[in-house]
Structure formats: structure tokens, C-alpha cells
């Protein structure tokens, strides 16, 4: 369900450096997280330098995409405009199984169905044609 | 051993009304700074070409700015640091340490905006989400998720304690009521005359679950500042000066990701209380009151915790009861805090500690105050901490 950027009026990143990478290899259906080269370690925010061993060099790594919901807030009125038709919606934090956590939503689930520990998957909005956003839904087998 | 304990001190203090709504233009914060730094440069008894060391608060009017408006022709000494509302803190911190260096002899340390007038939270974080918390991080990472305001972001941090530890809505509301009974005795409080039952908090529409009306702070209109000085030279000052005993800053790890953290309760203060408390040579016992900066309300029941005055996890019953109210074993915000006085930046903390500690607040006098501490808490939890004496 690609949308043209004139038609999605909710915030994006902006598309430059890590960033950019980030949200290409979601593109093409793949949640990477940056692996450190020097101690294996995984990580995100992206960051330029591995803060545990120092090394600069890392590639990206393609995760599970399984993981599981942690914590999340039940926005009922929401602050920014673009999210207004959305309420209640539920930003959430999903540890994945790598190790690593990420802000996210839940999606096809209602809001009083959300429990900690919930195990989840990736899903894959193309919001625009530039940009896929990284969801998450529940595994329920 | 410390150099700074005991070396410098407050000796003026100074605040506008807080209000919701103003007269005049709110572009910036320019005139409602000066006013509060008018007030609190006459409290201390000396004239604006005394001052000599200014640090603003960060994303406020800088410094020569506020000398030029104030007559300050040689200004020895400014710095600003990008802690957001942990800034008075750590600028009481740089003051102290100017003072004692002998970089400056009387430092001005202002705040105050048109929070409510002027730009709001909710337009900024449309025209410029880069200059919030967690800067592009933010911008790229949380807000494509409709994480986008601090109301939504600290109550994954609520929810996280409640879920891990069993802490109850009932126990966010007893910050709130407890606040909101300390501002009935605070006429310049927002919500005087406004009291707040638990009934009335539980009933409060919720804004991002488990947050409540209620469980946010107040954006408002206000300035305040306030000037420091070594102990030697107050003693030709009029005021009964306020003593520095101990100050510190901390930042949680990664400070600018609030849920990559390996430990996803650390604040700055989790490290910068302990370090404050020695210099100050006490410990959380001592403490007799506490003005702890408040944006919701689990942000004062973590920062409890994490400062010590209880085990982590044990913040939610240690509110309870009436132990943080006047009256209790410490009492937390006597003016009402940002959630029931008015959300100036937390520097209306450091006014209403000052206050308590010369003996003038008033029907909210804690009695026999001889130490309280102000927290900061800025961003996605850096933290400042000052322990203050008479």
C-alpha cells in the first residue's frame, strides 16, 4: 500500500546518512540493526562509533524481526496534529530478539488487548514510496 | 572533602505571576525574563550593573541579550548547559564554582517563557521537532511513530514501573493531590483555590494512558531567577543567605535514547544524588523538604527512588499516606510544583526552597527548615540536584 509523500501527511525521517540506510533495507523488507565489527555488539539509535570497543566499522545486520512488547502508551488525545484521526493508537517499545529495542506501533490489535511480554513480529508500511515504516503485530500461533 | 561546599550562596530571589495569558507581545521570552531578573537583583540589594556572571537558560534569552536590557557593562563570566530543565542546576553548579574562582563576584541565573501564550509545546513539536528531547534521534526514530511529546515518551517510563513493580494509578494520584493541597496555601499557584480530591483525579480524562489530565504539569506564563554570591561578600547583603551544601549533574546512558538503555529506570539523578548528598556531608534522613522537578507525576516517584529516599520499586507506596505532604516526613513541593503552581522551567523550585529556608512561606512553612533539596530533570532524564541550607 504505497502512498505518494503528498498523501501522508504524518511525520517522516528525515532521509539523509544512517538514517536513510535504516529505512531503505526496510524498503526492501529487511529490519537491520548496525553490528559492530569489533565486538559484535548490536545497536540502534545508529551511532557512528561503537561505544563498547570503539570501532568505526560495522555493517548492517538483518534481524529476526521477533521480539516482544516491553512497554507502550495509549495515546487518547494526541499532541500532534497528524496523529488526531489515529487516536487511541499505542506507541509501544518492542525488544527484539537480538538484544536491541525500538520505539514502534502495534497494529491489529486494540489498545485494552496489549500486555507486557506480548510476543510480536515485523510488519512493513510503505507509508510513501521513499519510506517503509517498521510495525509490529501480534504472533498468535 | 569538597571545595565547594559551603562556598557560595543565594541571596536573591525574584519571580513574575504566573498566569495563563499576558498582555504584550510573546515572541520571546525577552520581557518576562527581565522582569524576574529585576525582582530578584533589588531582593538581593544590589543594582544590575553589580551583576557580572549570567547563565541563561538553554534555548532562552543568552546572555548579552539580558546585559544589555539589564545595564551589565562588564560581564566576566556566561554559560549555558543543554540539560534542558535540569539547567538552573547545573548553572547553580557553574556559579557556584565562578564565584569561588573568583571569575564573577554576583551571578545571575534566570528563566521563564510565555509556556502557554507563546509557543506551546504542540506547535513546536510540528514546525521544529529537532530542537526536543532526543533531537534526530527523535525526529527519524519516534516520531514516524506518533511518539512525538513528552506526556506520551515518559508514560512508557510509568508504564514500565507498573508493570515491573505493581504501581498503582492511585499512587501517581497522590502526587497530584498532595501538590495540589500545597498550592491551596500558595496564592501565586495556578491551581489555588482549584482543590483536587482522588475522586476528582481518577475521573480526570486520560491523555496517554496511564497518564491523566492530572498527572501533567501546567504550561504557563512565569519568570523567576535568582543571584549567587560567595557567603564572604552576603554578609553585606540584606538577605539571610541560603547556603550551597552540595550540587551535582548526572546523565542516564545513552542520554539522548530513552529506551536503549540497559537499565531503563536510570535518571541523571540516579548518579548525581549520591554525589550531591557527599559533598553536602548527609544523607536522604536529613533532608526536610524536597522541590523535585515534576513534569508528570512518576517522574517525582522515580526520581524519589532513584535519589534514595526509597528502594526502586517502593516509590509508589512511599507517596502514600501523607508522607510527602506538609506535615509528613517530607514534604515534596510546597508550592504545588509544575503540576499545581505553574511549569516555570523548575525554577520556581529553587524560588519556593530559598523561601522555606529564610522562614517566609508563609502558611506552607515547613517548620524548623534547615535542609531541602531542588532537583532538576531535563530532557529524557539529565539531572541537577542541589542541596541547600540556612
Known sequence: ?141 | MSALQGKACIVGIGNTPYRRGTDGPVDTSLRIELEACEAAIADAGLRPSDIDGILPFYGLSIAEVLAVNLGVEDLKYQATSHVGGAGPGASLANAAMAVEAGLASHVLIPGGWYGFSGRRVRQIIVQDPHTMSGGMNARDFYFPFGLTAPVQWFSFVARWHMNEFGTKPEQLGAVAVAQRKHAQLNPNALMNGKPLSMQDYLASPMISDPYRLFDCSLEADGGAAFVVTSLERARDLPQKPVKLLGVAQGQPYPADDLVGREDVFQLGQTSAAPRAFEMAGITPQDVDFAEIYDPFTFQVIQQLEEMGFCKRGEGGPFVEGGRIELGGELPVNTHGGLLSEAHVLGMNHYIEAVRQLRGEAGERQVENAEIGIVTGFGDFGDGAIAVLGR
Open chain 1, 1 to 141: 500500500m504505497t502512498r505518494e509523500a503528498a498523501d501522508y501527511h504524518k511525520p517522516l525521517p528525515v532521509m539523509e546518512g544512517m538514517t536513510k540506510e535504516f529505512y531503505e533495507n526496510c524498503s526492501r523488507g529487511e529490519l537491520c540493526f548496525q553490528r559492530c565489527s569489533g565486538c559484535e555488539k548490536l545497536r540502534h539509535v545508529p551511532t557512528l562509533r561503537c561505544a563498547r570497543c570503539g570501532s568505526w566499522d560495522w555493517q548492517w545486520s538483518a534481524s529476526t524481526g521477533r521480539g516482544k512488547l516491553v512497554t507502550w502508551t495509549v495515546v487518547r488525545r494526541p499532541m500532534h496534529p497528524d496523529f488526531a484521526d489515529d487516536a487511541p493508537y499505542a506507541p509501544a517499545v518492542i525488544e527484539l530478539d537480538d538484544g536491541v529495542r525500538m520505539v514502534s506501533w502495534v497494529v491489529d490489535c486494540a489498545a485494552d488487548d496489549l500486555c507486557a511480554g506480548m510476543p510480536v513480529e515485523v510488519v512493513f508500511d510503505h507509508v510513501t514510496s521513499e519510506v517503509t515504516l517498521p510495525k509490529f503485530r501480534r504472533v498468535t500461533s
